[in-house]
T-cell receptor, first 117, second 114 residues
Framework: AQKVTQAQTEISVVEKEDVTLDCVYE???????LFWYKQPPSGELVFLIR??????QNEISGRYSWNFQKSTSSFNFTITASQVVDSAVYFC??????????????FGQGTTLQVKP | DAMVIQNPRYQVTQFGKPVTLSCSQT?????MYWYQQKSSQAPKLLFH???????NEADTPDNFQSRRPNTSFCFLDIRSPGLGDAAMYLC?????????????FGPGTRLTVL
């Protein structure tokens, strides 16, 4: 069965600290896609990254970086030098190729990140 | 800018009074989705349209219906809202030209049921 687990319900850090949000997934598909979305207090889900199962290269985008490890079924997200504007709920999500063109997203429960000044 | 628009952002309705939420997109995407998100929970897919083909999730209550009159617009109708239907409703779109295309979300409509 497909499942996404974000074990950290809430994380609180002080500005400029680095923080890592964990994501562990389960799937029987060999082809799948992993996503991270940010949901600020305004409510909109903002797309951050999409990674397919055949690309294990880590990615860096500014202060954001992602570590994809198939061996541990993890897709962790690190924010370097956190800022108050990073405060939000972050969702990790999985989409399996077998879901065909529907691209159904299976979300984790989300991690609430609070960055204090 | 191409985007996903939802109106209204906040909707208040009375118990049992039908309500319609709207979503429009300028991305010309084939697929439109409706999600329900209750407080402190992950979004839950209600249904989606691939072009004109409607796909209902198995556990979506009959109280929820949807219409897609054209590529740009999609509506969520709640026929008889209950207190348990109070939630954020998110619309999303994707190209639908391959598996697991990225979904782009609108700002959501927060529904209150009195």
């Amino acid at each position: 069965a497909q499942k996404v687990t974000q074990a950290q319900t809430e994380i609180s850090v002080v500005e400029k600290e680095d923080v890592t949000l964990d994501c562990v997934y389960e799937t029987r598909d060999t082809t799948y896609y992993l996503f991270w979305y940010k949901q600020p207090p305004s409510g909109e889900l903002v797309f951050l990254i999409r990674r397919n199962s055949f690309d294990e290269q880590n990615e860096i985008s500014g202060r954001y970086s992602w570590n994809f490890q198939k061996s541990t079924s993890s897709f962790n997200f690190t924010i370097t030098a956190s800022q108050v504007v990073d405060s939000a709920v972050y969702f990790c999500a999985l989409s399996e190729a077998s879901s065909s063109n529907t691209g159904k997203l299976i979300f984790g429960q989300g991690t609430t990140l609070q960055v204090k000044p | 800018d191409a985007m996903v628009i939802q109106n209204p952002r906040y909707q208040v309705t009375q118990f049992g009074k039908p309500v319609t939420l709207s979503c429009s997109q300028t991305l010309n995407h084939n697929v439109m989705y409706w999600y329900q998100q209750k407080s402190s929970q992950a979004p839950k897919l209600l249904f989606h349209y691939y072009d004109k083909d409607f796909n209902n999730e198995a556990d979506t209550p009959d109280n929820f219906q949807s219409r897609r009159p054209n590529t740009s617009f999609c509506f969520l109708d709640i026929r008889s809202p209950g207190l348990g239907d109070a939630a954020m409703y998110l619309c999303a779109t994707s190209r639908g030209q391959g598996t697991a295309d990225t979904q782009y979300f609108g700002p959501g409509t927060r529904l209150t049921v009195l």
